[in-house]
């Protein structure tokens, strides 16, 4: 993703109708599928719930990208520590 203008933002409507604002922080394709970390747009740093959130993102029939949380703790700890290798690997060199 380029930062060049900006953040990216998407809403995304839950199971049960809510809506959420998400900042995009980086995707990576990691074992034959893709991963997108986002930040709330909408929520206080301070909040206990607040920190990234990993989906997985998928291309139905249509090609519109959807977007599925990742069920298994194993594979979501996995995936974290790739993006956290990704996201502050840069943050370390400084």
Same mark, same amino acid.
Do not use: C, W
């Given at each position: 993703?380029? #930062?060049?203008?900006? +953040?990216? !933002?998407?809403?995304?409507? &839950? &199971?049960?109708?809510?809506?959420? @604002?998400?900042?995009?922080?980086? +995707? /990576?394709?990691?074992?034959?599928?893709?991963?997108?970390?986002?930040?709330?747009?909408? /929520?206080?740093?301070?909040?206990?719930?607040?920190?990234?959130?990993?989906?997985?993102?998928?291309?139905?029939?249509?090609?519109?990208?959807? !977007? @599925? +949380?990742?069920?298994?703790? &194993?594979?979501?700890?996995?995936?974290?520590?790739?993006f956290?290798?990704?996201?502050?690997?840069? @943050?370390? #060199?400084e």
């Amino acid at each position: 993703m380029s #930062e060049a203008f900006g +953040s990216d !933002f998407i809403t995304i409507i &839950d &199971d049960d109708g809510a809506e959420f @604002e998400l900042e995009v922080l980086d +995707s /990576m394709d990691y074992k034959d599928q893709t991963f997108v970390a986002f930040l709330p747009a909408n /929520m206080d740093e301070e909040d206990p719930d607040y920190g990234i959130i990993i989906l997985r993102s998928i291309i139905d029939e249509n090609g519109d990208e959807l !977007f @599925e +949380s990742i069920d298994d703790d &194993d594979e979501l700890q996995d995936v974290y520590e790739h993006f956290a290798v990704l996201l502050f690997d840069d @943050e370390d #060199e400084e």
